[in-house]
């Protein structure tokens, strides 16, 4: 345990981890099952399109969920592209510019210009009031987005998009098995989709799902996922390969068995870290609302610079020298990002909120690899470097530890 300054790698001291410790290392579940499985697909040579595990991963997600449908993709970005394309997004669509880039290409990649809203810098969720600020005659929906399994304030939003008839879909990427005032996230808004990355807690090697309530929009993104096919010669509208492969759900109804020792491991960090950082000036622990049903995936710190005096960047460095590689999603926004950027130029709303969250955000490590001792090690480093910032500035300016 680390608890000098020398003792830092920045300083030349051996990093505390031998191997690289990443946000995002992917949870596997009952590996002998997962091999099980893929012996059975292997057997049967049916490795996509409709297959039987395809089937039942969808039946099981839509069950643990009360959702009615549950369309499985090939992954979170093509599931967003999907239920946008099969909602009749057109125009602009309002969304968070503090989410992963994939949100606002999804619409862009459909000639629908995103119209970045800001956030709430509590929840770091879409603003009610802003997007009301935001609406033209030619928007057509509201995409909201649970960042860090957090629920937007659906309610307020649900309000917004019924009283100015716009689409309201959420990005849940990452919140699955989470909940909004009781009820499972999937059961919002026109539809909800999922991403099952090999980086989400839950995952299905790449892979997504869209959810929904509604018949016709469920029928729409099932003929969309399979290029407009109603049978083997018969296409009656454009669609795209959206399919899961059986592999994927294969590892998807192998996680599913796993999925409550998978937050609990989560729920068992996030309380590591709580304990570790309590007492820490500067750094915010991202506060899980404990209430509704969480799977604390993310690990987010902000950092505060005018209190703490080292910059998220710098700390950033600290805990890179360390082979700890923290994160700070989503940096710098995406309406600072391209092409965003060179067309919000010209527009009126800045994003104060989303900035400087997106300034001070750090993600660390936690997961089925990450125990309470690496969190108790990642924690001591922190506050070392914090209680001699003087130093560690210092030494980061010279440039001689620069990794
Ligand atoms: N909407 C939101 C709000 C999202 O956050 C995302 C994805 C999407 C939509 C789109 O869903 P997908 O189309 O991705 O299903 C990651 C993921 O690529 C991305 O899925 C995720 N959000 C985003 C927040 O984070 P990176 O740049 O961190 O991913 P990557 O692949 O560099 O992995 C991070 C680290 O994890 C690696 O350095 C090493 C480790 N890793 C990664 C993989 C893939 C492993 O140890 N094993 C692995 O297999 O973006």
Same mark, same amino acid.
């Given at each position: 345990?680390?608890?000098?300054?020398?003792?830092?790698?920045?300083?030349?001291?051996?990093?505390?981890?031998?191997?690289?410790?990443?946000?995002?290392?992917?949870?596997?579940?009952?590996?002998?099952?997962?091999?099980?499985?893929?012996?059975?697909?292997?057997?049967?040579?049916?490795?996509?399109?409709?297959?039987?595990?395809?089937?039942?991963?969808?039946?099981?997600?839509?069950?643990?969920?009360?959702?009615?449908?549950?369309?499985?993709?090939?992954?979170?970005?093509?599931?967003?592209?999907?239920?946008?394309?099969?909602?009749?997004?057109?125009?602009?669509?309002?969304?968070?510019?503090?989410?992963?880039?994939?949100?606002?290409?999804?619409?862009?990649?459909?000639?629908?210009?995103?119209?970045?809203?800001?956030?709430?810098?509590? %929840?770091?969720?879409?603003?009610?009031?802003?997007?009301?600020?935001?609406?033209?005659?030619?928007?057509?929906?509201?995409?909201?987005?649970?960042?860090?399994?957090?629920?937007?304030?659906?309610?307020?939003? %649900?309000?917004?998009?019924?009283?100015?008839?716009?689409?309201?879909?959420?990005?849940?990427?990452?919140?699955?098995?989470?909940?909004?005032?009781?009820?499972?996230?999937?059961?919002?808004?026109?539809?909800?989709?999922?991403?099952?990355?090999?980086?989400?807690?839950?995952?299905?090697?790449?892979?997504?799902?869209?959810?929904?309530?509604?018949?016709?929009?469920?029928?729409?993104?099932?003929?969309?996922?399979?290029?407009?096919?109603?049978?083997?010669?018969?296409?009656?509208?454009?669609?795209?390969?959206?399919?899961?492969?059986?592999?994927?759900?294969?590892?998807?109804? %192998?996680?599913?068995?796993?999925?409550?020792?998978?937050?609990?491991?989560?729920?068992?960090?996030?309380?590591?870290?709580?304990?570790?950082?309590?007492?820490?000036?500067?750094?915010?622990?991202?506060?899980?609302?404990?209430?509704?049903?969480?799977?604390?995936?993310?690990?987010?710190?902000?950092?505060?610079?005018?209190?703490?005096?080292?910059?998220?960047?710098?700390?950033?460095?600290?805990?890179?020298?360390?082979?700890?590689?923290?994160?700070?999603?989503?940096?710098?926004?995406?309406?600072?990002?391209?092409?965003?950027?060179?067309?919000?130029?010209?527009?009126?709303?800045?994003?104060?909120? %989303?900035?400087?969250?997106?300034?001070?955000?750090?993600?660390?490590?936690?997961?089925?690899?990450?125990?309470?001792?690496?969190?108790?090690?990642?924690?001591?480093?922190?506050?070392?470097?914090?209680?001699?910032?003087?130093?560690?500035?210092?030494?980061?300016?010279?440039?001689?530890?620069?990794?």
């Amino acid at each position: 345990m680390k608890s000098s300054l020398e003792q830092l790698a920045i300083f030349g001291g051996v990093p505390a981890f031998q191997e690289k410790l990443h946000v995002g290392r992917p949870n596997i579940g009952n590996r002998e099952r997962l091999l099980e499985r893929i012996n059975q697909l292997l057997d049967r040579k049916w490795l996509t399109n409709g297959g039987p595990f395809e089937q039942e991963f969808e039946e099981r997600v839509a069950a643990l969920l009360g959702v009615r449908h549950c369309i499985s993709i090939c992954s979170g970005t093509v599931a967003l592209e999907i239920a946008f394309r099969a909602s009749g997004l057109t125009g602009e669509v309002i969304v968070p510019s503090f989410t992963f880039i994939a949100t606002a290409h999804a619409l862009q990649w459909q000639k629908i210009t995103p119209v970045f809203c800001d956030i709430d810098p509590h %929840t770091h969720t879409l603003d009610p009031a802003k997007v009301e600020q935001l609406i033209t005659t030619r928007t057509s929906g509201i995409v909201g987005v649970h960042v860090w399994g957090q629920s937007c304030d659906v309610k307020a939003l %649900t309000d917004i998009a019924g009283r100015h008839e716009l689409k309201l879909l959420f990005d849940a990427a990452h919140a699955f098995g989470c909940s909004y005032e009781g009820r499972p996230i999937g059961n919002f808004g026109d539809a909800e989709v999922f991403s099952f990355h090999a980086t989400k807690f839950f995952n299905t090697f790449e892979g997504g799902a869209i959810v929904t309530n509604d018949d016709a929009l469920a029928a729409a993104v099932r003929l969309m996922r399979n290029f407009g096919f109603t049978g083997y010669d018969d296409v009656i509208s454009v669609g795209t390969n959206g399919k899961m492969s059986e592999i994927s759900a294969a590892m998807g109804l %192998t996680g599913l068995e796993s999925l409550e020792d998978f937050i609990a491991v989560n729920y068992r960090n996030y309380k590591c870290y709580q304990q570790e950082l309590a007492d820490l000036p500067g750094i915010r622990l991202f506060p899980h609302n404990e209430s509704q049903r969480g799977n604390y995936q993310y690990i987010v710190l902000e950092i505060d610079q005018a209190v703490t005096q080292i910059s998220r960047d710098r700390l950033m460095q600290v805990l890179w020298a360390e082979n700890i590689l923290a994160r700070r999603y989503f940096y710098p926004g995406c309406h600072r990002m391209e092409p965003y950027s060179s067309h919000y130029s010209d527009a009126a709303q800045p994003l104060p909120e %989303t900035e400087k969250i997106a300034d001070r955000v750090l993600c660390l490590p936690t997961g089925m690899s990450v125990t309470p001792t690496d969190i108790a090690v990642i924690c001591r480093i922190i506050r070392t470097a914090i209680q001699g910032v003087d130093a560690v500035n210092r030494r980061l300016e010279t440039g001689a530890a620069r990794i």
